[in-house]
């Protein structure tokens, strides 16, 4: 999910029910959610900073609700550079509503993907602007199809590298669990295996 010129904070004041419809309709089994680039130039402080990481929290808590615990994958925004005192460098807050936005992500049950991250941190647009070939559009925010197609590949990596974890853990837990019963199985057996169970002061039989 993700609105051109959307914060992402507007889902919790749609009809539930017209909200869910739809969702079954399209039988949506898991949500990606992208969003906080376009907040981004507008947070001046910390408390906007942090407002904003809650808001997304309560979204996400919210599709949780209405979607029966649905898995969300939150996406955070990428670097994005600005000028400062004739410098071009990343936006003073970005790092901190990245922080925050990961953090409510978490709170509310869900993954996040960094694209922050992936892409370098700390002014690493200006080197996806300025690579030969260029992978960012010369305004220090947003990809060219060349750097979307690489972050997209990231991201589906790391998905399936984290599913394949996940399938992993759960065949060895099912397992276990498996193992478990066995053995309580195997234990009663050896003790009779409950076969008198309801017999006992019985009236004898010659």
Do not use: C
């Not at 478990?180 to 004898?204: A, H, K, R, V």
Request: proline share 3%; hydrophobic share 35%; net charge negative.
């Amino acid at each position: 999910v993700g609105l051109r010129g959307q914060s992402g904070t507007l889902f919790s004041r749609q009809d539930r029910g017209i909200f869910l419809g739809m969702m079954q309709s399209l039988n949506t089994q898991l949500l990606d959610l992208q969003f906080g680039g376009n907040t981004i130039p507008y947070i001046k402080d910390s408390t906007a900073a942090t407002r904003y990481g809650k808001s997304i929290e309560n979204q996400i808590k919210f599709f949780k609700r209405v979607m029966d615990d649905v898995p969300v994958i939150l996406i955070g925004p990428s670097d994005m550079a600005t000028k400062i005192d004739g410098k071009l460098q990343t936006y003073p807050f970005l790092e901190l509503v990245r922080d925050e936005l990961k953090q409510g992500a978490f709170n509310a049950g869900a993954a996040y993907f960094d694209i922050y991250a992936v892409m370098g941190g700390r002014n690493s647009m200006i080197g996806w602007v300025e690579n030969e070939p260029s992978l960012a559009a010369t305004d220090y925010v947003h990809f060219n199809p060349r750097g979307a197609r690489k972050i997209s590949q990231a991201f589906v990596a790391t998905f399936m590298e984290e599913y394949l974890r996940y399938q992993s853990e759960s065949e060895r837990e099912n397992e276990r669990i498996e193992g478990e019963q066995q053995e309580e199985l195997e234990f009663g057996d050896e003790n009779g295996g409950g076969d008198d169970i309801g017999l006992e002061g019985g009236p004898d039989v010659e």
